[in-house]
């Protein structure tokens, strides 16, 4: 990440996503903040995303994880609702006061019997540096006026770099298809001045669509509200514009570590050290050019 | 909530935003149990027992808002010597006909009052009973026409009426007042005996009680909020007066942020019973007239207009809708062809008609937008119904599994029924939906909102409007110049609407005109108070008038919250009068003055000398919060001063029900129909007036201490998730919900999976005496043994989505469901007493063999599970 200070633009932080794209006038980077400290786990998100998306059905089976059967995003699924129980991590059983109303002399540790249902609706977190974007070979990812990553199908060739690329695992191809496909944003929603279907349909705005820059603002003051109300397990996930991404257009409250809800702890993007790559590459190529052309005139020197 | 109604929940998260304290009480832990505060897991059907706890808990520390229940209840009226509670009579109050399984309520009434008993014989019946066998004990069951049933049935939505205010002791000190009697009453509900029987420890039981007490009277309020699965109970009614005994006691109703929020389970489901498909309501509850009690419109609201409030002005009311209905024909001359309202001649409640449906007694039917072969208890009866019609007609958007049980019913693979010998003609009509035709939705704040159509429907789909215009159109012209005095209710009806369109599709807005009502002039009036008893106006639903006030469809008015107050009067309309809180006269003190500034909402100007604030006061609009009315008084001109329940006779909220509810005064614990659990509180194990239908095809268990009892150790309860709508027509037939939710599942505790080697993922059979149906097992910590009397007591959770049709598919919960109902509105119980097995369900002849194995084993009869009083 040293390398953000340094001006590489596959790295760190990047003021203007848009503009370093080509976008002369465009308007603010938007982006999803999602607080899943609200989320009732309704998955409208989902279902809306497919509704206006056009995303097909892409299978019906139980797969047993708690109430989720979206199982993980993918090249049909855009919006993925985790659902996770977890035992001994419920609200005190009991009020920290004693039967006569007094405080209690030490408040009551959670009762290990309890539970507690974390729901969290994840999607691409179009980040400001893009392994899908800058590893497409047809140009079909591209970064659009207001900062987000969009692929296009009828462009895609279904090469599949962007797969791998991604540090998330949100880009996949579709079986059948051959394409790839994901989150687009709602690009089309965007530019009719609308919001992106998820965000409007999601019932606790737990799904916030905006001015990043203002998301941002929001989230702290959240998180803040949340510690002062006891809550100190509150936390934002992707904020930060100095992560390994330089930050995502789609951040997260989460109430646990990352790897719980099924995401990176530390994600950095793919393509981090692909000038480092070329440069070493290229001084490879230089040594052996150099090598080469030393053998070839030492064994000159030798024949003579 | 979160679970049923996730968009409606998003106001209490917004309440939770602003520090409210949100407390979830649910058997199992769903996702509003995971947004909430406070999660309290009770056994299911243990209800009445917990909220005891709480009313006792108000009284016994008398935290009660004193001020407001002197002056808004009737804690202070004086009850009569000879009444008798479940202490006195081990579970039953006095006044129980064990023969006839039925309530006389006379030794509740009020002391001195002088109130008519509907229980004494006005009511005959009309039909014997159609239980099973001819048995003699069954007299009073199958849901026979009875007076239990038909004299709730007739009330309306004024509740019952008594004449003259009772005796009040203000000191609420006298030995029968309601105050000490309900003190006396709940006094058995201790914090040991709620966990006794609820199996919640004590100290959560007290957290509640804490809760809810310390945020509520005079400057802070608490608000109930259920989902209808409440009211899905034998003593369901009685659930939801024990929840208004104890909001009336910590004022809590009337009151913003106060109430009891019923959230209804379909759209407009409120609308559904405001203008009635209820067998025993005519449009905004007035009673529908029985055959023998109501021979003419004069015994129909006569005694009505004695009464004080304003159900005293109920023949303006059933004379405008008589007039809406048959224009010029009505007349003063012909009782405004009162003649020609149907009658009530017993009960004819949904699975009373079911079950006449299967003995071959309904010839033909009509399923609009209902699903009964999934979503009704004891579905198999259900679909044995359907069978045994002539004819069927179905509305709905979907090809629905009561439309096709011909081929697919689980009974034809069983070998019960044979498409074959199945003579039902089954006719499908596809049905518009919402998007594709105008009209309102109802909420259960009573809000009416207009929708616009936004697309034409497809293909031969059509408006359920469009239905019935068409319908009664071309019946009418079959029967036109009929001389037959049985057509005439038809041929006279006003059926004259415009039509719209390449389909002629009546115009929805003509049609709520006419349900706002008309003037003399032909113009819309605008309040129920402009009606009139003599024929010159009409409405066709009292309480909607005012919806089409101005000419213009008040329920259309969208604007937006930020420019209006925070009441919000102007975003479409609520009834009555657009008023959005009931009984708002008791947000002020008995001098008219708010309780608290905080609290402000609807108070008394003395120097207007009216009523006024941030809604429309529900309230006789100039009535000096001093007022007492004359003895001679009568209707609105009886409401006193500080009396806020104005549709009440008294004015009061009723703590103590002198009258109207069929089992009981007051509500007390009894176990579920069926339950593993013997009633901890006295020998009376179940509700003994509710309705059970002693058939071979709705068979009971034994309970509690009864043997066979241990053969069905299991307590189920059923319920909806977030992904599905009720039984599946709009859900599981569409892809991207059912890749949500793909098929059935059962959800227990992993306790219960070690008891019975249940594999997360695996096959479950779960069994009652119904029948047997299979389900995957989701092994969840959300689910817990609790430990009830003692001993540990297993759940089994069931949503009742699934059926055989559509891409999600499943067993239908439904068929493990008996009929048992609640007494007062014939609801089913959707808990019960079951089996649960590792493994797929026998297939074919041999599940039958294997259900009947379960009952051999049982002891069960068709008298099982029956008894009125616990022998």
């Not at chain 1, 400290?37 to 059905?57: D, L, M, T």
């Not at chain 1, 992106?196 to 998301?215: H, M, N, R, V, Y």
Request: net charge negative.
């Amino acid at each position: 990440m040293s390398q953000a200070s340094t001006g590489n633009r596959l790295s760190g932080p990047l003021h203007d996503v848009a503009g370093e794209a080509g976008h002369e006038h465009h308007p603010p980077r938007m982006g999803f903040f999602t607080d899943t400290s609200v989320c009732i786990g309704c998955k409208a998100c989902e279902v809306a995303c497919k509704e206006w998306n056009a995303v097909p059905e892409d299978g019906l089976s139980l797969s047993g994880m708690s109430y989720d059967n979206t199982v993980s995003l993918g090249a049909s699924t855009w919006r993925h609702v985790a659902f996770i129980e977890q035992i001994g991590h419920g609200p005190p059983a009991t009020e920290p006061f004693a039967a006569d109303g007094a405080p209690a002399e030490t408040a009551e540790p959670a009762n290990p019997g309890d539970i507690r249902w974390l729901m969290s609706s994840d999607v691409c977190k179009h980040c400001t540096h893009a392994a899908c974007l800058d590893v497409c070979p047809t140009g079909s990812l591209f970064r659009t006026e207001f900062g987000t990553v969009v692929v296009q199908d009828d462009i895609c060739n279904g090469c599949g770099y962007c797969v791998p690329a991604c540090p998330y695992g949100v880009i996949d191809i579709r079986p059948g298809d051959g394409r790839a496909f994901k989150c687009t944003l709602c690009y089309d929603r965007l530019g009719a001045g609308l919001e992106p279907a998820c965000a409007k349909a999601c019932p606790t705005q737990s799904i916030q669509f905006g001015e990043l820059d203002e998301l941002r603002e929001r989230a702290a003051d959240r998180v803040e509200a949340l510690h002062a109300a006891g809550r100190p397990e509150a936390r934002l996930y992707g904020e930060s514009p100095d992560d390994g991404v330089g930050g995502d257009g789609a951040f997260f409250l989460l109430l646990d570590e990352p790897e719980v809800y099924g995401l990176p702890p530390d994600p950095v993007v793919t393509t981090r050290d692909l000038g480092a790559m070329w440069r070493h590459a290229a001084a490879a190529a230089g040594t052996m050019v150099v090598a080469v052309g030393a053998a070839f005139l030492t064994s000159r020197g030798r024949r003579r | 909530m979160a679970e049923a109604h996730p968009v409606g929940f998003q106001w209490v998260m917004e309440a939770k935003k602003r520090g409210a304290t949100v407390i979830h009480v649910d058997p199992r832990f769903t996702r509003t149990s995971a947004l909430a505060d406070v999660y309290v897991s009770l056994r299911a059907g243990s209800d009445i027992a917990f909220l005891g706890g709480l009313v006792n808990y108000v009284l016994e520390n008398e935290l009660d808002f004193r001020e407001y229940v002197v002056a808004y209840t009737n804690a202070a009226a004086i009850l009569r010597e000879d009444y008798q509670g479940p202490d006195d009579l081990d579970g039953l109050f006095s006044g129980y006909d064990p023969d006839g399984r039925h309530y006389d309520s006379t030794t509740w009434q009020y002391e001195g009052a002088d109130t008519p008993s509907p229980g004494s014989g006005e009511m005959t019946e009309t039909e014997p009973a159609q239980g099973a066998g001819g048995d003699p004990s069954a007299s009073r069951v199958g849901g026979a026409a009875g007076r239990a049933a038909s004299y709730g049935d007739t009330h309306g939505s004024g509740g019952a009426a008594i004449t003259g205010k009772p005796r009040r002791d203000e000191t609420l000190q006298h030995p029968r007042c309601v105050y000490q009697v309900i003190k006396r009453h709940f006094a058995r509900y201790t914090p040991e005996v709620v966990s006794q029987v609820c199996g919640v420890p004590e100290d959560q039981f007290l957290r509640v009680a804490r809760e809810m007490t310390e945020n509520s009277g005079r400057e802070r309020t608490t608000a109930l909020c259920y989902a209808v699965g409440w009211t899905h109970h034998s003593v369901g009614a009685q659930y939801i007066r024990t929840a208004a005994i104890l909001q009336a006691l910590l004022g809590n109703i009337g009151r913003p942020g106060g109430g009891i929020l019923a959230l209804r389970g379909h759209a407009s489901i409120q609308g559904s019973t405001d203008i009635p498909t209820l067998f025993n309501l005519l449009p905004g509850y007035i009673p529908m007239p029985h055959a023998n009690a109501h021979p003419d419109l004069e015994s129909l609201v006569g005694d009505e207009e004695k009464q004080a409030g304003f159900w005293g002005n109920m023949r303006s009311y059933v004379v405008s809708l008589l007039k809406s209905w048959y224009g010029d024909a009505a007349t003063a001359d012909n009782d405004f062809c009162y003649g020609w309202l149907p009658r009530l001649t017993g009960n004819h409640g949904t699975y009373q008609t079911v079950a006449d449906m299967a003995d071959g007694k309904v010839k033909g039917y009509f399923l609009v937008g209902e699903n009964p072969a999934v979503g009704s208890a004891n579905a198999k009866m259900q679909r044995r119904g359907l069978a045994s019609l002539d004819w069927l007609v179905v509305r709905d958007l979907v090809m629905i599994e009561s439309a096709t049980f011909w081929r697919e019913a689980p009974e034809i693979e069983t070998g019960e029924m044979r498409t074959e010998d199945i003579a039902t003609e089954v006719f499908v009509l596809p049905a518009a939906a919402h998007t594709e035709k105008d009209g309102t939705f109802t909420n259960t704040q009573r809000l009416l909102q207009w929708h616009h159509k936004a697309v034409e429907p497809p293909d031969d789909a059509r408006s359920d409007l469009w239905f019935y215009f068409h319908l009664g159109r071309r019946i009418r012209e079959k029967l036109a110049g009929s001389t037959d005095e049985r057509d005439a209710p038809l041929l006279n009806l006003t059926w004259d609407y415009p039509t719209d369109g390449p389909t002629a599709d009546p115009s929805a807005d003509a049609v709520l005109r006419e349900i706002n009502g008309t003037g003399p002039d032909g113009s819309a009036l605008s309040a129920y108070t402009e009606l009139k008893a003599d024929g010159s106006t009409r409405s066709g639903c009292w309480i909607y008038c005012g919806v089409y006030a101005d000419e213009a469809n008040q329920a259309a008015r969208r604007k937006p919250g930020q420019e209006q107050t925070w009441v919000a009067p102007e975003w479409g309309w609520a009834w009555p009068a657009n008023r959005r809180m009931l009984y708002n006269r008791a947000a002020a003190d008995r001098d008219g003055n708010p309780w608290s500034e905080r609290k402000r909402y609807v108070w008394w100007d003395a120097k207007a000398g009216k009523w006024t604030g941030e809604d429309v006061p529900d309230f006789i609009p100039d009535r000096d919060p001093h007022y007492v009315p004359p003895e001679s008084a009568t209707g609105p001109d009886a409401i006193a001063g500080d009396d806020p329940f104005v549709m009440q006779t008294d004015g009061k909220a009723w703590l103590f029900a002198p009258q109207g509810v069929a089992d009981g005064p007051l509500p007390t614990h009894y176990e579920p129909p069926e339950s593993p659990v013997a009633n901890p509180l006295y020998r009376q194990q179940q509700n003994p007036a509710r309705e059970v239908y002693p058939r071979r095809d709705n068979l009971l268990h034994p309970s509690g201490a009864q043997p066979g009892s241990e053969v069905f150790p299991y307590v189920f309860t059923t319920y909806r998730v977030t992904e599905h709508h009720t039984a599946g027509g709009m859900s599981r037939t569409l892809p991207y919900l059912s890749e949500l939710q793909p098929e059935l599942f059962v959800e227990i505790s992993p306790a219960l999976a070690d008891e019975r080697k249940l594999q997360h993922l695996g096959w479950a059979t779960v069994v009652t005496a119904r029948t047997a149906i299979e389900a995957r097992v989701l092994v969840t910590d959300r689910m817990r043994p609790l430990t009830v009397d003692g001993r540990t007591v297993h759940q089994v959770g069931i949503p009742w989505h699934w059926g055989p049709g559509g891409l999600s598919r499943g067993d239908a919960a439904n068929d493990l469901v008996a009929v048992a109902l609640d007494p007062n509105v014939h609801i089913q119980d959707k808990v019960g007493s079951c089996d649960i097995r590792p493994g797929r369900r026998p297939r074919g002849p041999a599940l039958l063999e294997y259900v009947e194995e379960y009952r051999r084993r049982a002891g069960i009869t068709e008298l099982t599970g029956t008894e009125g009083v616990t022998p």
